[in-house]
């Protein structure tokens, strides 16, 4: 795959640590019919983060993208109060940086979320620095819904700079987004391992900015990922033992978590298959 792709190992494994923060349980809404009134403080946070990693950008005048993703969920109501949350905050933020830098209150959240970048990206701009090119960044920040309703819509990688992507099924499925550094997923773990992976749109070549990446999902969905990557380590050392012998011949073993009910959909198998449980 090459020494930039980031993948499951990647992210999971090897720097799992610093790049995986886990969301509190008290910020997945159980209730879209009657949600909060503001958006989680561990979207805030996400949202700040990335703001700071566009600033970068901005500031080094680059000709890249970034972007942040939201896999809110399937049903279509979510994706509208997440991007009314969002957008909320990008149109306030720049007013209240800009009025009111030496506010405690203001600085505390984002010298919060400086300090997180920090934590992987060296050589950061000063955060005044930073704080100016937000206000620059959120001018030309598109925010957008992904999914098959009217309100959905395309993106035009060429147009801008930084974007915003909010939606669900539709992200689950191949999408590729291009820049992608902050991942919020506040959704539980699907039921098939299949899908766990196509849920996965930050694996990819991010190796040229992957300490700006930050992925933010709850911890059983955290704990699928890791246990599906270490499934996936087995899988691949069989197949090594294997080499040079016919692939016809080898048997395919998959081990999932118990977290998981399946490995793949039924319809796209093909095969008959036996489970068993290991103790």
């Known amino acids: 795959s090459g020494a930039s792709y980031t993948g499951g190992r990647y992210f999971f494994l090897d720097r799992r640590d610093e790049l995986v923060k886990r ?28 703001l700071l990693g566009c600033a970068v950008v901005d500031v080094h005048n680059l000709a890249e993208n970034r972007s942040m993703m939201l896999q ?3 049903a279509t109501e979510p994706h509208q109060l997440d991007r009314s949350w969002v957008t909320g905050l990008i149109a306030a933020w ?24 920090s934590r992987t990206v060296t050589e950061l701009p000063p955060i005044d620095t930073l704080l100016d090119g937000v206000i620059e960044v959120c001018a030309e920040l598109q925010v957008v819904e992904v999914n098959s309703t009217p309100s959905g819509e395309e993106v035009d990688w060429n147009r801008d700079r930084f974007w915003i992507l909010i939606g669900g099924l539709k992200l689950d499925r191949g999408y590729t987004v291009e820049g992608l550094t902050v991942t919020y997923i506040p959704r539980p773990a699907p039921g098939s391992t299949d899908v766990l992976q196509q849920r996965a749109r930050f694996f990819g070549y991010r190796g ?7 992925i933010y999902l709850p911890s059983t969905l955290e704990d699928e990922f890791v246990a599906y990557v270490k499934d996936e380590e087995a ?15 080898w048997k395919r073993q998959f081990f999932i978590s118990q977290g998981i009910r399946h490995f793949a959909r039924t319809s796209v198998i093909g095969r008959r298959t036996n489970r068993l449980k290991l103790e």
């Not at 969301?23 to 990335?50: C, K, M």
């Not at 009111?100 to 400086?114: I, N, P, T």
């Not at 040229?208 to 930050?214: G, K, T």
């Open 23 to 50: 969301l509190p349980p008290g910020d997945l809404v159980q209730d879209y019919s009657d949600p909060p009134e503001v958006a989680p403080e561990s979207l805030q946070e996400a949202l700040r983060v990335f």
């Open 72 to 74: 809110v969920a399937q």
């Open 94 to 117: 720049p007013d209240l940086l800009g009025r009111m830098r030496s506010a405690h209150e203001v600085l505390s959240a984002w010298q919060s979320a400086y300090d997180e970048l």
């Open 208 to 214: 040229a900015f992957a300490d700006f990446c930050r």
């Open 235 to 249: 899988l691949r050392a069989t197949l090594t033992q294997w080499h040079g012998l016919p692939l016809r011949e």
